[in-house]
């Protein structure tokens, strides 16, 4: 007799092709998860990148207008400082000044500043960098066409501060040059997604006491005109040299008692006598 075969254990056709299509609908689930985590991944790194640059260059703008001498100009996104004085002459020359604007169209914050190379001979950079009066440095487009001067085309430096600005607002207080507080405003991001950064800046600003008001203009009282002031106070026919300015006599030093450490001797007690 011929053995029948039992084909009861096997699968059907139908069988087969349902398993195939649960598994490609699970793994078709696993790589759109998987695809989300990473664009999720992604953008949160950007963010954080963005982030960080954003912060690192408020601080590192903070820390140029906490040094600053004088804030000059101001407008909503742009100001002029007087950075430093690097010759202690009260003066303020053209590697001095530091002007910070924001770019819309490349989304960045950048400054300006001339900078000459050591090895520039002492008579050129004497040239160069010759003084400049505090009027005509209250105005940005003033400042902006000082720093473009073809003379100074080769020693001009540009420096991005913050990348990614969709938004930098600047709030000067009082208004320049007598400003002493300095509020921003910086909103960074990308595409959609984007955060606002604020941060108040108090200024050394040790010059404002030096500006003086003169027909309409602001000008820096310097060391010169001081003593000349105060020669001038004081008639004294006999000397044509200026006068030096009065001076406090030294104090004396503050002197401590010949012997603090030993107590007074009351009147009453007899003295003591050693053993």
């Known amino acids: 007799m011929k053995r029948l075969i039992n084909n009861s254990a096997g699968f059907t056709l139908v069988e087969l092709l349902s398993s195939l299509m649960i598994i490609a609908l699970i793994g078709a689930v ?16 950007t963010l954080t990148e963005v982030i960080q640059s954003g912060r690192s260059g408020t601080m590192q703008l903070g820390a140029k207008l906490r040094k600053a001498k004088l ?12 950075s430093n004085d690097a010759n202690n002459d009260k003066q303020i020359n053209v590697d001095e000044i530091m002007l910070v604007q924001y770019v819309p169209n490349k989304q960045i914050v950048e400054r300006w500043q001339i900078t000459f190379p050591d090895t520039l001979p002492p008579i050129l950079r004497k040239i160069l960098n010759k003084p400049q009066q505090l009027s005509n440095l209250t105005s940005i487009d003033n400042v902006r066409e000082l720093l473009n001067r073809s ?12 990348t990614n600005v969709l938004d930098f607002k600047i709030s000067a207080n009082p208004t320049p040059p007598m400003t002493r507080l300095v509020l921003m405003r910086l909103t960074v991001g990308k595409d959609r997604q984007r955060i606002t950064i604020t941060n108040a800046v108090r200024l050394r600003a040790d010059m404002t006491n030096s500006i003086i008001l003169e027909n309409g203009q602001f000008s820096l009282q310097s060391n010169q005109s001081l003593t000349t002031g105060s020669g001038s106070n004081n008639n004294n026919d006999d000397d044509d040299s200026p006068n ?32």
């Open 244 to 275: 030096p300015p009065s001076r406090r006599p030294p104090r004396r030093p503050w002197l401590p008692p010949r012997h603090p450490w030993l107590p007074p001797r009351h009147p009453r007690l007899p003295p003591i006598r050693p053993f």
């Open 71 to 82: 804030v000059t100009a101001a407008s909503t996104n742009e100001m002029a400082l007087w």
């Open 151 to 162: 003379i100074y085309s080769r020693y001009l430096s540009k420096e991005t501060l913050i």
């Open 30 to 45: 696993i790589a759109s998860v998987s695809a989300a985590l990473s664009n999720a991944q992604s953008h949160s790194d």
